[in-house]
């Protein structure tokens, strides 16, 4: 078969998802081990059969529904290509929206300094997709990243490693169990957020990830609460603390950081236009 046809093949068997031709070109060049301008390089090239095999195989999972950074094993984020397992959240767009806020807001003369003390906390870390993309702008600044899963941890280990990330520490800890004395200037999480009973859970590639990273009780906010409570005493005078959340969460955020003492208390929106990321200052 060529690429062509095995193109043509996979977007029919696809054609009921979400993003058939997209997927195709995905899985096609992962099997192929080549970007996609190859793809249309080499139309007619004829696919060797281990080559056809991956593939096949690949496009019967995506069709079964299992999401192609699963499948593939991979996603990329903000400039770096990162592991992807299904003990994590995938990482998504809407979550550089987070990163770029955090970034707005580093004091510029900190990133100068080749011994800066400044530092950073991603709670709930993952893939280390927050983490890893700070550290990777913020090449003088520390950044630690926690995870109250095992596999997450050793995951976002190996990401820091594939994209020579050195600056960041990640360790397994529920929230701050384990961090008990630490401060941190930045304290950052894309925590769960999602209501229990919401029929999102069922859609698409998320009903393939996990729950832990995904729901937060009956309101969606039981993590975030938690984490505006505790946060206090681990922020330095004048630390920030940035969620991402829910769509319909923004004000429901601000409140809660208005209510624990948060001062400076802002709502960004995502790419798609919907409230995203609250951030507050503790001072
Ligand atoms: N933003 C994710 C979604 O919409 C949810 C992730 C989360 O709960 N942190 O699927």
Redesign the pocket.
């Known amino acids: 078969m060529r690429i062509d046809e095995a193109l043509k093949w996979a977007v029919a068997l696809l054609k009921g998802g979400e993003s058939p031709s997209v997927d195709a070109k995905v899985l096609l060049a992962n099997a192929l081990n080549v970007n996609q301008t190859y793809l249309f390089t080499w139309p007619d090239k004829v696919l060797d059969s281990q080559s056809l095999h991956t593939f096949q195989k690949a496009v019967e999972r995506r069709r079964l529904g299992e999401p192609v950074a699963y499948i593939i094993g991979e996603r990329d984020f903000w400039t770096l290509k990162l592991a992807t397992s299904p003990h994590t959240?995938i990482p998504?767009p809407?979550?550089e929206v987070l990163v770029e806020q955090v970034l707005k807001r580093i004091p510029s003369d900190v990133n100068d300094q080749s011994t800066s003390s400044f530092s950073i906390c991603d709670l709930g870390t993952g893939t280390g997709a927050i983490a890893l993309a700070l550290a990777s702008e913020l090449p003088h600044i520390h950044v630690t990243g926690v995870d109250f899963k095992a596999q997450a941890v050793a995951l976002a280990k190996q990401n820091a490693v594939n994209n020579g990330i050195e600056n960041v520490t990640f360790l397994q800890s529920d929230w701050f169990s384990e961090l008990k004395a630490k401060q941190f200037n930045i304290i950052v999480s894309?925590?769960?957020?999602?209501e229990d009973s919401s029929d999102?859970l069922l859609e698409g590639d998320?009903k393939f990830e996990p729950r832990s990273?995904?729901?937060?009780g009956e309101d969606g906010l039981r993590d975030i609460r938690h984490i505006i409570s505790v946060s206090q005493a681990h922020l330095l005078t004048g630390g920030l603390l940035a969620f991402?959340h829910?769509f319909n969460q923004g004000a429901a955020v601000g409140e809660l950081l208005s209510k624990a003492g948060f001062s400076d208390i802002e709502t960004i929106k995502d790419y798609g236009g919907n409230d995203r990321v609250t951030l507050g200052r503790c001072y």
Do not use: F, H, K, W
């Open positions: 959240l998504r809407d979550t894309n925590p769960p957020y999602i999102y998320v990273a995904l729901t937060s991402e829910g």
